[in-house]
């Protein structure tokens, strides 16, 4: 099993600055993308970056030249660094390893975190 936990949200004026965290552990063998989405209240769920072992990253247009993701390939932890925050950028941040392959099993698995909330408000 492989277990993924966010931490790092919180609340923040508009225009601040905020950097959440995401480690996966577990019985892991390689984890080739990670990513985060979000949720704000009475939307769906959206892609907010995802990046791959190879240092290939994606943004939604919303969040590009604001927002950086990164992972520490070692650590299998993937970080968020969220800067010129707007209040709509208010949400549930979620984490996400989707076909990861564990040691104990030979079919691969998607894998959530459990959220963290970030609120940006003046």
């Known amino acids: 099993q492989v277990q993924l936990v966010e931490s790092g949200g919180g609340l923040v004026q508009p225009g601040g600055s905020l950097r959440l965290s995401c480690a996966a552990s577990?019985?892991?063998?390689?984890?080739?993308?990670m990513g985060w989405y979000r949720q704000a209240p009475g939307k769906e769920r959206e892609l907010v970056a995802t990046?791959?072992?190879?240092?290939?990253?994606i943004y939604a247009g919303p969040v590009k030249d604001r927002f950086t993701i990164s992972r520490d390939n070692a650590k299998n932890t993937v970080y968020l660094q969220m800067n010129s925050l707007k209040p709509e950028d208010t949400a549930v941040y979620y984490c996400?390893?989707?076909?990861?392959?564990?040691?104990?099993?030979?079919?691969?698995?998607?894998?959530w975190g459990q959220g963290t909330q970030v609120t940006v408000s003046s």
């Open positions: 990046i791959t072992s190879g240092d290939t990253r």
């Open positions: 577990g019985n892991i063998r390689s984890i080739n993308v």
């Open positions: 996400n390893a989707p076909r990861v392959l564990t040691t104990t099993s030979t079919r691969s698995a998607d894998y």
